[in-house]
């Protein structure tokens, strides 16, 4: 049934768009910006593709958007599931099972998320170089179906060091400082309280938010190549002398959206 549902979705998705992209891009909160530079845009609202989750939070559009950057063909889903909306881990990853059938082999993955490491501040881009799924739960639960991928999937390299290195050269030409770390999957809807970013800093987690780390179990577990970048819009509970608010991750990340948006491109033209 999944499977079917999956190839159908493909199936719609195939015939609006002229040709695979090489490359997926999740947008994270406020980082929706991130569409203004494909060009050749053509978008499909989540509500009409078939068996696609309804996704409704603030900040997060809901469409798939298609196009160009540079000479690569890129899919960008503006809008992402998360586990706090009550989705299950299998509607939060369904997307990936769909851009994968398409022949997508690349994903860019960003998020917004607060800052563990002492040394990061508002603002500051970090690469993800290995993630913590704190949650106990797992996308990939129930019975598995071998077309997709293995029932054991190896998660050394849940984040590809070659896409890492082309992450660093662009900075490099761009100028653009970044920070590494380890990003925890905190599942929400409440931040964390200080005592839980003491554990987690103490477990060896850089920065901590709510989504990204499902996404990329099933990204791996389909043979994809995956790059994280996340945004620390504010740093975590007990760190920050104020109170979180969603409006105040929206606005760091859009604050921090050009210069993001100045790195992808770099990242997509060389790629
Ligand atoms: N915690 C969890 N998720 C987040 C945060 C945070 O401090 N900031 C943005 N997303």
């Not at 768009?17 to 609202?45: C, F, N, Q, R, Y």
């Not at 996308?139 to 992450?167: H, Q, T, V, W």
């Not at 800093?201 to 989504?211: H, I, K, N, R, T």
């Amino acid at each position: 049934m999944f499977y079917e549902d999956v190839c159908e979705t493909a199936a719609y998705i195939r015939e609006r768009i002229d040709a695979v992209p090489e490359l997926a891009i999740i947008l994270g909160s406020g980082l929706g910006g991130l569409v203004d530079i494909m060009e050749d845009k053509s978008e499909i609202p989540y509500g009409e593709i078939p068996h696609f989750p309804r996704s409704n939070v603030r900040g997060h559009a809901a469409k798939l958007v298609f196009g160009r950057i540079g000479k690569t063909r890129v899919a960008a889903m503006q809008g992402r599931f998360h586990f706090y909306e009550g989705f299950t881990m299998k509607e939060v990853t369904y997307p990936l099972y769909v851009l994968r059938q398409l022949g997508i082999r690349n994903l860019l993955v960003t998020n917004a998320c607060g800052g563990i490491n002492r040394s990061f501040r508002p603002g500051d881009l970090m690469i993800i170089t290995d993630h913590i799924n704190l949650t106990g739960r797992n996308s990939l639960i129930g019975e598995n179906d071998e077309r997709f991928g293995p029932r054991f999937p190896d998660m050394s390299e849940a984040y590809s060091g070659e896409l890492i290195g082309k992450a660093k050269a662009a900075a490099g030409k761009q100028g653009i400082a970044y920070k590494e770390g380890v990003y925890l999957l905190f599942p929400g809807p409440c931040y964390e309280t200080a005592a839980e970013i003491r554990a987690f800093a103490a477990l060896g987690a850089d920065a901590v938010g709510m989504s990204t780390v499902p996404e990329v179990i099933a990204a791996n577990y389909l043979g994809m190549k995956v790059l994280g970048i996340s945004c620390i819009t504010n740093m975590a509970t007990g760190i920050a002398t104020e109170k979180h608010t969603h409006e105040e991750v929206l606005r760091t990340a859009g604050e921090s959206s050009e210069k993001l948006c100045a790195w992808v491109r770099q990242i997509v033209q060389d790629w």
